[in-house]
């Protein structure tokens, strides 16, 4: 089927303010506008010019609940900037018709779709002036075409939730999240696992990933189940990524996230959990399937921690040396093409335990419940990340025995599991840029600093 995107023009300056900070920064923001021929579960390719002269940025729309009469939300993701922006004059050179009598103006939410004719002229033109973004255009145009079977297939939340893991490790790690989220639908229209669908995939036998891996413990063991691979570069550090997972999708009850922290020697792991919604409150009850036998085994693993020896080194410091944390997620029809964090509740296990044997967290029925109400404290994605980023939180020392059997118990509870290393490395060139994550695959630095 022959098609036709928009233009959205920005045209009032709180507006565009909001863009330039928040959709380059955090990947998305929300608008609304009027588009009848615009079905729910279809995504839409949008140009955004924030002066009606040039196109400033092109991005991925998807279309939310109606907000007014014949006006719906949309949120945008996926953006890419024009740099410099594209003019309209350079474009209408190329092009028969004018673009500009197509524009979409925020102020009234109302404009017109672009004819597929010249939809195919103005692509050609844009990719004539700026050949280096036609990949980003392509990719735009494959993630648009996401069949809504696929989006709604059984085992989503979970590659959702894996891409979630990805984007917290790579934040925590420093790196620029939305450069590395360029997903697509692998081949096979296969979803899971996340990581298959990244630009930055490299395969699970490559050596450096075998190698980073170990910090883990058994490689045997999770040999047998890796099934996705990353490898990032940025400045003097990698981050590498690998995915182990002994179940298909559609029975893969959830996913944990593990990240080893080369400069504090720290472990820390991350558990999802589902919030349904019971009479219009959104909560997690902790009697789903294997709960009990994972908040036994995360309590012994806690009292074999040697938190009480005196701390002699500075990196060596934490607020809670705790590994264990829950995020407790919203059970939403999610988009997988997103860059967007997963909105949630972090709470680390020993608050978890005050919770349990609080009445506050009591249902009706004698039940337990967590709600974003009667958690009262928790962390939120930024705080998180920014306490893992500089050492706050996480554990003291390597129990390379003790990673193992998590992973292991992970596995044999059909769980998916992110194991994430953040490794320095000195590149012999010496770069004041960041690193392209393929020449890194390539081996083209010395590793450094390995942990022991």
């Known amino acids: 089927m022959e098609y036709g995107g928009f233009i959205f023009q920005?045209?009032?300056?709180q507006r565009s303010d909001f863009v330039k900070e928040f959709a380059v920064q955090?990947?998305?923001?929300?608008?609304?506008?009027?588009?009848?021929?615009?079905?729910?579960?279809?995504?839409?390719?949008?140009?955004?010019t924030l002066d009606g002269e040039a196109i400033h940025y092109v991005t991925l729309a998807r279309r939310g609940k109606r907000v007014a009469t014949r006006k719906n939300q949309i949120r945008f993701s996926n953006f890419t900037e024009f740099t410099p922006p594209v003019l309209f004059?350079?474009?209408?050179?190329?092009?028969?018709?004018?673009?500009?009598?197509?524009?979409?103006?925020?102020?009234?939410?109302?404009?017109?779709?672009?004819?597929?004719?010249?939809?195919?002229?103005?692509?050609?033109?844009?990719?004539?002036?700026?050949?280096?973004?036609?990949?980003e255009l392509d990719r735009l145009d494959a993630l648009r075409q996401l069949s809504p079977n696929l989006i709604n297939r059984k085992g989503l939340e979970t590659v959702i939730h894996e891409r979630d893991a990805v984007?917290?490790?790579?934040?925590m790690a420093g790196f620029g999240h939305k450069d590395f989220l360029d997903w697509t639908v692998?081949?096979?229209?296969?979803?899971?696992?996340?990581?298959?669908?990244?630009?930055?995939?490299?395969?699970?036998?490559?050596?450096?990933?075998?190698?980073?891996?170990r910090v883990f413990g058994d490689w045997?063991?999770?040999?047998?189940?890796?099934?996705?691979?990353?490898?990032?570069?940025?400045g003097e550090e990698r981050l590498t990524v690998l995915n182990v997972n002994r179940t298909k999708l559609e029975e893969t009850l959830g996913v944990d996230l593990l990240y080893y922290f080369h400069h504090y020697e720290s472990y820390l792991m991350v558990q999802y959990k589902r919030m349904v919604k019971e009479n219009d409150v959104l909560g997690y009850r902790p009697d789903d399937k294997a709960y009990a036998g994972e908040i036994q085994r995360m309590r012994e693993f806690e009292k074999s921690f040697r938190i009480n020896e005196p701390i002699t080194a500075l990196n060596d410091y934490r607020l809670n040396p705790g590994v264990f944390f829950f995020k407790l997620c919203p059970a939403e029809t999610l988009d997988p093409t997103s860059i967007?964090?997963?909105?949630?509740?972090?709470?680390?296990?020993?608050y978890w335990n005050v919770l349990m044997a609080s009445p506050s967290v009591a249902g009706p029925k004698g039940g337990k419940i967590l709600t974003f109400e009667n958690v009262e404290r928790h962390f939120s994605n930024s705080q998180f990340i920014d306490l893992v980023r500089y050492g706050w939180i996480g554990s003291r020392v390597a129990e390379?025995?003790?990673?193992?059997?998590i992973v292991q118990d992970a596995l044999q509870g059909k769980r998916s599991v992110l194991l994430g290393a953040r490794y320095p490395y000195v590149d012999d060139r010496r770069p004041t840029t960041r690193m392209h994550p393929t020449r890194a695959a390539r081996g083209q630095f010395r590793r450094s600093g390995i942990a022991k």
Do not use: C
């Not at 984007?167 to 934040?171: A, F, G, P, S």
């Open 167 to 171: 984007n917290i490790l790579l934040r």
């Open 400 to 405: 390379k025995d003790m990673i193992t059997r």
């Open 26 to 48: 955090d990947g998305s923001f929300t608008d609304t506008i009027s588009a009848p021929d615009w079905q729910a579960k279809e995504a839409e390719i949008f140009f955004v």
């Open 186 to 213: 692998p081949s096979g229209d296969e979803l899971a696992p996340f990581l298959r669908g990244l630009s930055v995939a490299v395969s699970p036998e490559d050596q450096m990933i075998m190698h980073d891996a």
């Open 10 to 13: 920005i045209d009032e300056v």
């Open 220 to 234: 045997k063991m999770m040999d047998a189940y890796k099934v996705g691979a990353a490898l990032f570069g940025h």
């Open 340 to 350: 967007d964090m997963i909105s949630g509740m972090y709470i680390p296990l020993d």
């Open 89 to 135: 004059a350079d474009i209408e050179k190329r092009m028969t018709p004018r673009i500009r009598e197509f524009l979409v103006r925020s102020s009234t939410g109302r404009g017109k779709r672009i004819p597929p004719r010249t939809w195919r002229e103005l692509i050609v033109a844009v990719k004539s002036l700026r050949p280096d973004t036609a990949a």
